[in-house]
C-alpha cells in the first residue's frame, strides 16, 4: 500500500498483490471486473480455500444477473440472442484473463 501511495508501486512488481494495487491505483478496482477477481486470488496468501469460492461465486452472479444488466445498459428487455451474445463475450474475457492471447 505504501508503495502504491508514494509511486514506487512498480518495485514490487514480483508481489503477488501487485496487481490489486495497481487496480486501487489506477482507479479502476470498482470497473475491472474478472480483472479484478483474479487480482484478488492472486493476493490471498497460500494455504487459504476462499479464492475459489469467491471466482464461482462472481461466475454465478454475472450469469444469473446479465439479463439484468444488459436491460439497464439498453434501456429495454434484451432479447436471447442479446443474453447469448453478452455470455458469450463475458467467457471470452474471462478465458482472456486466465490465458491472454497475443493481440496483433
Known amino acids: 500500500a505504501l508503495a502504491a501511495a508514494t509511486g514506487r508501486l512498480e518495485d514490487y512488481r514480483d508481489r503477488p498483490e501487485h496487481?490489486?494495487?495497481?487496480?486501487?491505483?489506477?482507479?479502476?478496482?470498482?470497473?475491472?471486473?474478472f480483472h479484478r477477481v483474479m487480482a484478488e486470488v492472486r493476493a490471498v496468501p497460500d494455504g487459504v480455500s476462499w479464492p475459489?469460492?469467491?471466482?464461482?461465486?462472481?461466475?454465478?452472479?454475472?450469469?444469473?444477473?446479465?439479463?439484468r444488466r444488459l436491460a439497464g445498459l439498453t434501456g429495454r428487455r434484451p432479447d436471447p440472442?442479446?443474453?447469448r451474445a453478452a455470455y458469450v463475450t463475458f467467457v471470452r474475457r474471462g478465458a482472456d484473463?486466465?490465458?491472454?492471447?497475443?493481440?496483433?
Do not use: Q
Not at 495497481?22 to 482507479?27: R, Y
Not at 475459489?52 to 439479463?67: N, S
Not at 484473463?97 to 497475443?102: E, H, K, Y
Open 19 to 33: 496487481d490489486l494495487w495497481k487496480l486501487f491505483l489506477d482507479g479502476t478496482v470498482t470497473t475491472a471486473g
Open 97 to 104: 484473463v486466465l490465458n491472454p492471447r497475443r493481440r496483433r
Open 81 to 83: 440472442a442479446e443474453i
Open 52 to 67: 475459489r469460492v469467491r471466482v464461482a461465486a462472481y461466475v454465478v452472479h454475472t450469469f444469473v444477473f446479465m439479463p
